[in-house]
């Protein structure tokens, strides 16, 4: 396996926690500071994630191919099959391999990536015991130990640039 050379920020808590809100954010926020931001997301819920059905790149799954392309207007999906087992850091390296110069991360919590720890309310502190935390956010700005740093989904503009700051200093 090659080495990988990007930044790679994880974005961790319980369901309902916000990740997909905070993963998005940041997605836009970097695509501003010009960044190409590629993201990685554990399907937690259990089961497959969903394919387009009726489509050619589909088919050829079904037939048997242990991945599938297709390409149009400028985008392409890509699709791999369990013959192929999973590879987190294959993932990070196809998405470098394509132009990628900063990773996101959501989930795969025991991972020890930088990582933004989201937190529903006190019952989810446990989730503090994680390695490698930079920022813990919360719907309301989580209280927690003064060296970490701490922000409010629902103020997340105003704690960006900060935030930001700290990823990328890594």
């Known amino acids: 396996m090659g080495v990988i050379n990007v930044p790679i920020i994880q974005i961790v808590g319980y369901k309902n926690s916000g990740k997909t809100t905070v993963t998005e954010l940041l997605i836009e926020c970097f695509k ?10 554990h399907h937690g819920h259990g089961g497959k994630p969903d394919r387009i059905e ?14 599938s392309a297709v390409y149009g207007d400028g985008e392409w999906q890509f699709t791999v099959t369990d013959d192929i087992p999973f590879d987190l850091n294959a993932m990070i390296q196809l998405q470098e391999t394509l132009g990628a110069t900063l990773i996101l ?3 795969f919590k025991k991972l020890n990536y930088p990582k933004i720890v989201l937190l529903r309310d ?8 994680l390695s490698n935390i930079k920022a813990v956010g919360g719907w309301n700005q989580p209280h927690v130990d003064h060296s970490i740093y701490s922000f409010s989904i629902n103020d997340f503009t105003e704690y960006k640039k900060a935030l930001l700051e700290l990823l990328i200093s890594r």
């Open 32 to 41: 501003e500071a010009g960044f190409r931001t590629g993201a990685v997301k």
């Open 54 to 67: 009726d489509t050619d790149s589909n088919k050829y799954l079904q037939a048997g191919a242990t991945c």
């Open 105 to 107: 991360i959501e989930g």
């Open 122 to 129: 006190e019952k989810d502190w446990n989730l503090l015991e």
